[in-house]
Each structure stands twice: as structure tokens, then as C-alpha cells.
């Protein structure tokens, strides 16, 4: 069995989508960059590096332009369904290690495969922004396409292990760095918050992703918020940042989303988006709150520390109260002003 990554997708319960949908002016594919090896481990100050010119068009690049619309939401462009993988590398101290070829890919995408400096210069981009120690279970790396501004990146639980994740991105989308930034950093966020230290992977939802009937009962027997993967730890991340923010609101979502025709269902999200605008920091925020926290851990990452005044950005305070996670984003900017390409 080839090194697959699994998603498990239970549309009767919930859309679970760890992939990151964006919208990119770029039309270049990616540009060759030197290869950048991942950053050693330093002793960093608490304060983090400062390159407001790389952060700060960051931020704008992946905010929600004061002009929006119901009618360019950045979550329900028309995009691909599965778009075609190209190859997938085992991950072994950092190095790309055999990777597996997938079969009957077109003449067209050929050198995208083949193309394995590209594919080396995003992985040590991805490694040289994320500290190694706090990504042990991300074991696999594909390159795939669903063609130009739809998925640019998405994680998931490995084909045959629930406790390792691996990294997805979409070479086509990669030219533009302000948003594959931002993107790598919000992937991150997933492997941060769902990882088996948080969220233990439910074995039995694990081996039999579309049995409703055992995904009901695993989460009938869960007392704290269930992500879809198990069961969340009470002092995880994720049930602190859903007990703070989504108690009040998640019925309403979820009868949303439980919406299966998708145009309905996205015309659904736009309204609770602008509904409750001043909760969230992007409209992709509103599709799951795994995304939500995963949003808000990017603008934790890349913007000033804000005032509070509203719950969005509350958001982004929350992950302030946590010493560690300061640290994190320390190293990260630290990492970012030194890599970034220029």
C-alpha cells in the first residue's frame, strides 16, 4: 500500500476539512529558491525578530479585505474535488526519503513531478519556519495539484498510522510566499492541535471512516469537544479555545452544517460568517472550528498583539496565556526574517 494520507470525512455528522483554500493572484508556477537546510535549534530572546515589511504584508495578504462581499468568500470557490497527487515522500531527520511515484499522471504534470529541487525547496521552507521539535508525529510530505488558487496545502492523519500526520501542498499554488506562509503556519496549527498528544486518535473511527453509526457512539462518549479524529484532551488546546469561543454558537453551526447540498450549505456559511463577523478574523474561520483555531493561530503567529475589543480578537489573545506557545511563535518569526525569501 503506497504511502497515502487518509481524511476522514463524515458529511451526516460534520465537513471536516483540514485543507486551506486560497485565493492567489500569483499565475507563475513555483520559483526556483535556493535550498534552505532547516534551522538549528538556538537559544532564542524572548523577544521575537522584527520584519514588520515580511509580517505585515502577510497579515494583509490573509485578511479579509474591508471590501468583502458574500460574493468572493475565499471558502466556496469552485474547487477541484480530490486534484491528482504526484508523489509522496516518507519524512526521516528531516530528509525526503522514498518517495513513491503515483501512476498514470498527465504528460502536462509530468515535470511538476519530477521536479524534486521544487519539492525540496518547499519542505525546507516548511522545516526551516517550524521548529523541529514540535512536529515528531509529521512523517509524510506530498506535492499535489488541483490546478491553480484552490487547495494550496492540507494535512491528514497517515494511511496506516493515526498518530502520524503528513503534509500536503499544491505546487501550483506556491509562488506567492505571503500566502504559502500564512498557509504552512495555519497547517501547522492543525498538527499542533489534533496531534495524539491532544486529540488521541479514535481507533475505531480510524479503521471504519464512513461508519456513521461508530462515529455517533465515539462521540456520544466523549465529554469534551470531538474534533472528528477522537476525543480531545480536557487540557488541550482545542477544547480550551471551543469552551472559551464556540459553546454558544456551535448548535447553530452545526445545524448549518449538516446542510449536504454544497452550494446550500456554503450560502448557509456566509450568512452565519457575516452574522457573527466580529467573532471571526477570516470567513474560512467559519467552516469548522478546527479551522477557527487554526486561522486564529496564524494571526497569534504573524500580527501585532491586539487590544481584545472584540471576540476575534480574543482569539488570538488566547494563545497568550500559554508560555509555550509565546515561545513557539518567537521562534517562528525568528525563522521567518531569517528564510523568507527576498
Known amino acids: 500500500m503506497p504511502p497515502l494520507t487518509k481524511l476522514i470525512l463524515v458529511s451526516v455528522i460534520l465537513i471536516t476539512s483540514l485543507?486551506?483554500?486560497?485565493?492567489?493572484?500569483?499565475?507563475?508556477?513555483?520559483?526556483?529558491?535556493p535550498l534552505m537546510p532547516p534551522t538549528p535549534a538556538h537559544v532564542y530572546p524572548f523577544e521575537p525578530a522584527s520584519c514588520p515589511l515580511i509580517t505585515n504584508q502577510?497579515?494583509?495578504?490573509?485578511?479579509?479585505?474591508?471590501?468583502?462581499?458574500?460574493?468572493?468568500?475565499?471558502?466556496?470557490?469552485?474547487v477541484s474535488d480530490e486534484g491528482t497527487y504526484l508523489v509522496t515522500y516518507l519524512i526521516d531527520n528531516e530528509n525526503l526519503i522514498e518517495p513513491y511515484y503515483y501512476e498514470d499522471i498527465s504528460s502536462d504534470l509530468q515535470n511538476e513531478q519530477d521536479n524534486f529541487e521544487a519539492h525540496q525547496t518547499l519542505w525546507n521552507y516548511f522545516a526551516s519556519l517550524i521548529p523541529y521539535e514540535?512536529?515528531?508525529?509529521?512523517?509524510e510530505f506530498?506535492?499535489?495539484?488541483?490546478g491553480e488558487n484552490n487547495t494550496l496545502a492540507a494535512v491528514a492523519q497517515t494511511y496506516n498510522e493515526p498518530d502520524l500526520w503528513g503534509l500536503e501542498v499544491d505546487i501550483a499554488d506556491t509562488s506567492d510566499y505571503y500566502y504559502l506562509s500564512f498557509t504552512l503556519v495555519h497547517e501547522f496549527a492543525h498538527l499542533l492541535t489534533l496531534g495524539p498528544e491532544q486529540v488521541p486518535p479514535s481507533l475505531a473511527i480510524f479503521n471504519n471512516p464512513d461508519d456513521n453509526e461508530i462515529y455517533l457512539q465515539e462521540l456520544s462518549a466523549c465529554s469534551t469537544y470531538f474534533p472528528g479524529e477522537g476525543c480531545s484532551n480536557r487540557a488541550s488546546y482545542i477544547n480550551q479555545f471551543?469552551?472559551?469561543?464556540?459553546?454558544?454558537?456551535?448548535?447553530?453551526?452545526?445545524?448549518?452544517?449538516?446542510?449536504?447540498?454544497?452550494?446550500?450549505?456554503?450560502?448557509?456559511?456566509?450568512?452565519?460568517y457575516y452574522q457573527y463577523e466580529d467573532q471571526f478574523l477570516t470567513d474560512y474561520a467559519v467552516t469548522h472550528p478546527a479551522e477557527d483555531i487554526a486561522e486564529s493561530f496564524g494571526f497569534f503567529v504573524f500580527a501585532e498583539?491586539?487590544?481584545?475589543?472584540?471576540?476575534?480578537?480574543?482569539?488570538?489573545l488566547f494563545f497568550y496565556q500559554f508560555p509555550e506557545l509565546v515561545k513557539l511563535r518567537t521562534e517562528i518569526l525568528n525563522n521567518l526574517c531569517t528564510v523568507f525569501p527576498q
Open 58 to 78: 502577510i497579515v494583509e495578504a490573509n485578511a479579509p479585505s474591508s471590501d468583502s462581499s458574500e460574493d468572493d468568500s475565499g471558502y466556496d470557490e469552485e
Open 134 to 139: 514540535h512536529r515528531p508525529h509529521l512523517t
Open 305 to 316: 498583539k491586539p487590544a481584545g475589543d472584540t471576540i476575534a480578537e480574543q482569539k488570538i
Open 142 to 146: 506530498s506535492i499535489f495539484t488541483d
Open 19 to 33: 485543507a486551506c483554500v486560497t485565493l492567489l493572484g500569483g499565475e507563475s508556477p513555483l520559483e526556483e529558491q
Open 242 to 272: 471551543y469552551n472559551q469561543f464556540w459553546t454558544e454558537i456551535h448548535d447553530e453551526w452545526n445545524e448549518i452544517n449538516l446542510e449536504e447540498d454544497e452550494d446550500v450549505l456554503y450560502e448557509k456559511l456566509d450568512d452565519f
